[in-house]
């Protein structure tokens, strides 16, 4: 079910539903996207209950983490659209992640003496913590948003949270100190996800596939990774899963390549994975985020089209 305190309904008859609550960086980012800015965004509790909504149609998409460049995937979201759910990505978007001290008006950081926050966030911000507010408990929250929340509506002044700076203009909080992460350059990803409808190919997309190996012996791995390197398509991210069933030892591949559904280079691997491996599933083909470097897999398509016209002309010559 959605959380209670989506605001005001927008104009548009989209509705997009995002891993709330309110100020939270999944609405940060969401908000950052041009084509959301006149649908109407309704937080929900956990991943799945977005996925669920998008699922059955009570929102049209929906808008969740996928990959932190600290804490690598995350896998709860990677696992319901792999195994859970029947939906496509269509989108992605790349922030990167500053995590803030918020208290209330007027408070010192001085003074704090709790800081709430999720176990990722204190983490990610360990050696700060460590060395500015030694003396301070850290007490879970269940999310960066609830904890901003929880101070914002609590009786005492020496509480902080660890959270984003969207969080303070939601929940009237100051910034006591920005930016305290431990390791410079934390980004998270972020997709959107829909029923269906694949984006038309932009030059510089990205698709997601699952893999499911025929049988677990030595070299299957490589026969998988070499349909993509004889094509010479990139792969930016590989890693296995286990696939729920089956027990121990059982394992799929969950793979994002550079280049679209539409691309002969990239549609020809689909299909050879699918002719010779257990299974594929596919994720969606969608729009990359940062910048193109698109030409190794260009001049591959063109030697592609080159070799496909002269096996052509040759076959052509078979007498009737």
Same mark, same amino acid.
Not at 57 to 83: H, K, R, W, Y
Not at 112 to 128: D, G, K, M, W
Not at 132 to 137: G, I, K, S, V
């Given at each position: 079910?959605?959380?209670?305190?989506?605001?005001?309904?927008?104009?548009?008859? *989209?509705?997009? @539903?995002?891993? @709330?609550?309110?100020?939270?960086?999944? !609405?940060?980012?969401?908000?950052?996207?041009? /084509?959301? *800015?006149?649908?109407?965004?309704?937080?929900?509790?956990? #991943?799945?209950?977005?996925?669920?909504?998008?699922?059955?149609?009570?929102?049209?998409?929906?808008?969740?983490?996928?990959?932190?460049?600290?804490?690598?995937?995350?896998?709860?979201?990677?696992?319901?659209?792999?195994?859970?759910?029947?939906?496509?990505?269509?989108?992605?978007?790349?922030?990167?992640?500053?995590?803030?001290?918020?208290?209330?008006?007027?408070?010192?950081?001085?003074?704090?003496?709790?800081?709430?926050?999720?176990?990722?966030?204190?983490? !990610?911000?360990?050696?700060?913590?460590?060395?500015?507010?030694?003396? +301070?408990?850290? #007490?879970? +929250?269940?999310?960066?948003?609830? +904890?901003?929340?929880?101070?914002?509506?609590?009786?005492?002044?020496?509480?902080?949270?660890?959270?984003?700076?969207?969080?303070?203009?939601?929940?009237?909080?100051?910034?006591?100190?920005?930016?305290?992460?431990?390791?410079? @350059?934390?980004?998270?990803?972020?997709?959107?996800?829909?029923?269906?409808?694949?984006?038309?190919? /932009?030059?510089?997309?990205?698709? +997601?596939? #699952?893999?499911? *190996?025929?049988?677990?012996?030595?070299?299957?791995?490589?026969?998988?990774?070499?349909?993509?390197?004889?094509?010479?398509?990139?792969?930016?991210?590989?890693?296995?899963?286990?696939?729920?069933?089956?027990?121990?030892?059982?394992?799929c591949f969950i793979m994002y390549a550079d280049g679209h559904v539409d691309d002969e280079l990239l549609a020809d691997t689909m299909r050879s994975l699918h002719a010779k491996q257990g299974g594929v599933k596919f994720l969606g083909s969608y729009p990359a985020a940062g910048e193109s470097a698109e030409t190794? %897999?260009?001049?591959?398509? @063109? %030697?592609?089209?080159?070799?496909?016209?002269?096996?052509?002309?040759?076959?052509?010559?078979?007498?009737?």
């Amino acid at each position: 079910m959605p959380m209670t305190d989506a605001g005001p309904a927008a104009t548009s008859a *989209q509705r997009i @539903g995002f891993f @709330g609550p309110l100020g939270t960086f999944t !609405q940060q980012a969401l908000l950052g996207i041009d /084509t959301a *800015q006149d649908a109407e965004h309704i937080p929900y509790r956990t #991943v799945p209950d977005v996925l669920d909504a998008v699922e059955s149609g009570e929102v049209d998409s929906g808008f969740v983490p996928i990959e932190n460049s600290i804490e690598g995937m995350v896998n709860f979201t990677q696992d319901a659209l792999a195994f859970d759910h029947d939906l496509l990505i269509t989108a992605e978007v790349v922030i990167d992640i500053e995590h803030c001290l918020l208290v209330k008006p007027g408070c010192s950081l001085d003074d704090v003496a709790e800081i709430l926050s999720i176990p990722v966030a204190t983490a !990610q911000c360990h050696r700060y913590l460590r060395e500015r507010l030694p003396d +301070a408990d850290v #007490v879970a +929250a269940n999310s960066t948003a609830d +904890a901003a929340r929880r101070v914002s509506e609590s009786d005492r002044d020496d509480v902080a949270a660890l959270a984003p700076r969207i969080a303070a203009e939601v929940y009237g909080l100051e910034v006591a100190e920005s930016d305290i992460a431990d390791h410079a @350059g934390n980004q998270t990803r972020f997709v959107m996800v829909a029923r269906a409808g694949v984006p038309a190919p /932009t030059g510089h997309d990205r698709t +997601a596939l #699952v893999v499911y *190996q025929r049988a677990d012996e030595p070299g299957s791995l490589i026969a998988i990774l070499q349909e993509f390197a004889a094509r010479r398509i990139n792969l930016s991210n590989l890693f296995s899963r286990p696939t729920k069933n089956g027990g121990l030892g059982h394992y799929c591949f969950i793979m994002y390549a550079d280049g679209h559904v539409d691309d002969e280079l990239l549609a020809d691997t689909m299909r050879s994975l699918h002719a010779k491996q257990g299974g594929v599933k596919f994720l969606g083909s969608y729009p990359a985020a940062g910048e193109s470097a698109e030409t190794a %897999r260009e001049h591959a398509g @063109g %030697r592609w089209r080159e070799a496909d016209d002269w096996l052509a002309d040759i076959r052509a010559s078979i007498a009737t």
